[in-house]
């Protein structure tokens, strides 16, 4: 099973097991990412679920489709790293995905 480290503003590191299929967002409700408040519930509708994706993995990553962008003008402090975390969903190539949490969310 995929891992994803969530690193929040504070500094604090956790590392979970993600099942392939599933969105980082979702993952982070689950285990209470702090930070992460999803407020749309991952209908990429707000920008409440924002992170930043650790410069290593941008590019597997890869870029947000023109709808996420459009929601990424609600965010806070929107980086070239930015994604709404509940359109990333977890694969097998995704292992090991660090994501750092916005100081605060829009």
């Not at 707000?46 to 930043?52: L, M």
């Not at 980086?79 to 359109?87: E, G, M, N, V, Y």
Request: aromatic share 4%; glycine share 6%; with cysteine.
């Amino acid at each position: 099973m995929p891992k994803i480290t969530y690193i929040t503003a504070d500094g604090t590191s956790t590392e979970i097991d993600a099942p392939e299929g599933s969105t980082v967002m979702e993952n982070a409700i689950k285990n209470m990412i702090q930070g992460i408040e999803a407020e749309c519930g991952g209908a990429c509708a707000c920008a409440t679920c924002h992170v930043y994706v650790d410069e290593a993995w941008k590019d597997k990553v890869g870029e947000p489709d023109p709808m996420e962008e459009d929601m990424l003008d609600f965010a806070y402090d929107v980086k070239p790293t930015s994604r709404l975390s509940c359109q990333v969903k977890m694969t097998a190539a995704l292992d090991g995905l660090v994501v750092h949490v916005p100081e605060r969310q829009a």
